[in-house]
């Protein structure tokens, strides 16, 4: 099993940044891809970012230029920065993570992000 706690979100104005993190425990050999979906309401929960184990990383439309990805895998945590934050970025944001035959998933608690002046 593998346990993921997120880190960060709250209140920003739009134009801002904030930071999420998502740390990793458990099973951690089991997973290769890690990353975030976002879900505002109303709608469905949608894939924002995800990198895998050597890198890769993948990035919604909505959030290309603006989001970065990153991995520490030495602590098993997996950040996004967030910069010229918009308010339809306002959601709940879950960190996910994927083993590597892509199986099982694992989920966060979810951070809200609200974008707001």
């Known amino acids: 099993q593998v346990q993921l706690v997120e880190f960060g979100g709250g209140l920003v104005q739009p134009g801002g940044s904030l930071r999420l993190s998502c740390a990793a425990s458990?099973?951690?050999?089991?997973?290769?891809?890690m990353g975030w979906y976002r879900q505002a309401p109303g709608k469905q929960r949608e894939l924002v970012t995800h990198?895998?184990?050597?890198?890769?990383?993948n990035y919604a439309d909505s959030v290309k230029g603006r989001f970065t990805i990153s991995r520490d895998n030495a602590k098993n945590t997996v950040y996004l920065q967030m910069n010229s934050l918009k308010p339809e970025d306002t959601a709940v944001y879950y960190c996910?993570?994927?083993?590597?035959?892509?199986?099982?998933?694992?989920w966060g608690q979810g951070t809200q992000v609200t974008v707001s002046s």
């Open positions: 458990g099973t951690i050999f089991s997973i290769n891809a």
């Open positions: 996910n993570a994927l083993s590597w035959d892509s199986s099982t998933a694992y």
């Open positions: 990198i895998t184990r050597g890198g890769s990383t």
